[in-house]
């Protein structure tokens, strides 16, 4: 994944930003790397933080990010840092290490559902993520805001009605689909593919169209038969990566009757996480052949 960082040390030494994390104003600072998770963050936080995500555009490929003096500044100031980790965003690390502030908490998505560099890092799929995201960050706000510390709570605690749904619904297309072989342009969808039950094909593929290497010839063709001759019920493609390869296998499926289903890595904008996780869900669930999503 090829993540682009622009002078980011040398940007926040011009800044002469401060090391410590201001404390005057009024509502929490929170910065989260990607909008997924800083969603997450405002439904917990309520009128007592102010969310800054920075990579916030659904039609921008996420690996052709870059960071700006303005991104430098918002981590320095910020009282709560939440990022994806195992790798999907690099950059944040040296950024934060530039800049200390002793009291500033960190959440590491990957550390918190124990996941390593080497994993698929599009954490906010699996449907274990949420709920932990939740409790550190509730764990964390008190921290932070003791004075607010029942209405994080009680925020969590509706954040996690809110998701329960989405984990019936994710039930309810395990028992109609599980075992129903499907295959994707990259492994963004992966995580919630296992949890459906889903047969996942031409994964070698789609690691290497994930570490930006070019698939074998023998992955490329098994790829493309299995769309041609309709192997598969659904082809999952990420919406915000556009090249010729993606749109080749989009005209191949589309030619062949295979239903397409378009998911993200950005939380579009002026939707939550739970309405955009049950949208696709009932977007694949239709596309599997089930009519009552």
Do not use: C
């Not at 449907?127 to 995201?133: L, R, S, W």
């Not at 619904?169 to 919630?192: C, D, L, Q, W």
């Not at 889903?198 to 290497?213: A, C, G, K, P, Y």
């Not at 493609?237 to 191949?252: C, E, F, G, H, S």
């Amino acid at each position: 994944m090829k993540w682009v960082v622009i002078a980011a040390l040398t940007v926040m030494a011009a800044l002469g930003l401060s090391s410590n994390v201001q404390a005057a104003d009024a509502k929490i600072s929170v910065v989260s790397a990607e909008n997924v998770y800083g969603d997450i963050a405002r439904q917990i936080g309520g009128d007592r933080v102010e969310v800054t995500s920075i990579v916030s555009n659904p039609d921008q490929d996420p690996h052709l990010f870059e960071t700006t003096p303005s991104i430098a500044r918002a981590l320095a100031h910020a009282r709560i840092v939440i990022m994806n980790g195992a790798d999907y965003d690099p950059w944040m690390p040296p950024l934060l290490a530039a800049q200390p502030a002793a009291q500033r908490i960190v959440i590491s998505v990957a550390d918190l559902i124990d996941k390593k560099p080497a994993d698929n890092p599009h954490l906010w799929y699996d449907p274990a993520t949420p709920p932990a995201i939740a409790d550190a960050l509730t764990k964390a706000l008190a921290a932070a805001d003791p004075d607010g510390a029942a209405g994080y709570a009680t925020r969590r605690d509706a954040f996690l009605a809110a998701w329960a749904p989405i984990k019936d619904r994710i039930a309810a297309i395990r028992t109609k689909a599980a075992g129903a072989p499907v295959t994707a342009s990259e492994p963004v969808f992966g995580y919630m593919a296992e949890a459906l039950g889903l047969t996942m094909r031409n994964e070698s593929f789609q690691m290497s169209v994930m570490n930006d290497t070019e698939p074998s010839a023998r992955d490329i063709a098994a790829m493309e038969g299995d769309l041609r001759h309709r192997k598969v019920r659904a082809f999952v493609y990420n919406k915000q990566v556009a090249d010729p390869q993606t749109d080749r296998l989009l005209a191949i499926a589309k030619e062949a009757g295979v239903p397409v289903v378009g998911v993200t890595e950005t939380l579009p904008a002026n939707t939550n996480f739970q309405d955009w996780i049950l949208k696709q869900l009932d977007t694949l669930s239709e596309a599997l052949g089930d009519r009552s999503s």
